[in-house]
């Protein structure tokens, strides 16, 4: 299977002075931007077949347009969306860098930094995660604009409860002195 860098990413590296390159020219972006992704499961939709070769060419971002429009903007009987704030799902992680990770949420490419990973202090997410996985996430908001714009927040430890909230719950006098302490759960 072969696919063509531009039908890979859904934001394409920009000349050498874009911001967030690096200094980098495209061919390096994408070579960086694709071996973050090894292990990683993507989605294509097949676009042809070279008879001689017996290669097939697909495209990602086309998989990916398809299934934005049947979850985010597709609705159910009552007229509701199907992806909306406050519903947790099961995200791919299709790449790890130490500030966060990156998932694929039904055909959407987004970035969850380190701080929505986990209740505890972590200083880097590859520690933690790898491309591949799967990961449960809470959507915590859905920005529809436009006939295909969308923009999504998502969390991880948002997901499942804070262990924090549950183990001791402390009660502190007007002097700012502890009083007690009561254990919940």
């Known amino acids: 299977m072969a696919m063509p860098c531009g039908h890979s990413f859904s934001q394409a590296p920009q000349p050498r002075q874009a911001e967030g390159t690096r200094g980098r020219s495209p061919d390096e972006t994408y070579h960086y931007m694709l071996t973050k992704r090894l292990g ?67 055909g959407l490419e987004t970035y969850i930094p380190l701080r929505e990973l986990s209740y505890q202090h972590w200083m880097d997410a590859g520690l933690y995660f790898q491309a591949g996985r799967r990961v449960l996430v809470k959507v915590l908001e859905v920005e529809r604009s436009g006939k295909d714009q969308v923009r999504v927040m998502a969390s991880v430890k948002q997901a499942g409860e804070n262990p924090y909230q549950r183990i001791v719950f402390i009660c502190w006098g007007i002097t700012g002195r502890l009083l007690g302490f009561q254990v919940l759960g």
């Open 40 to 106: 990683a499961e993507v989605d294509y939709i097949v676009k042809g077949i070279g008879q001689k070769s017996s290669l097939a060419v697909g495209s990602r971002l086309d998989a990916m347009k398809a299934k934005r429009k049947e979850y985010y903007f597709g609705t159910d009987r009552d007229g509701n969306h199907r992806i909306y704030s406050g519903i947790c799902a099961e995200a791919r992680i299709v790449s790890v860098i130490r500030a966060g990770i990156f998932v694929d949420l039904f």
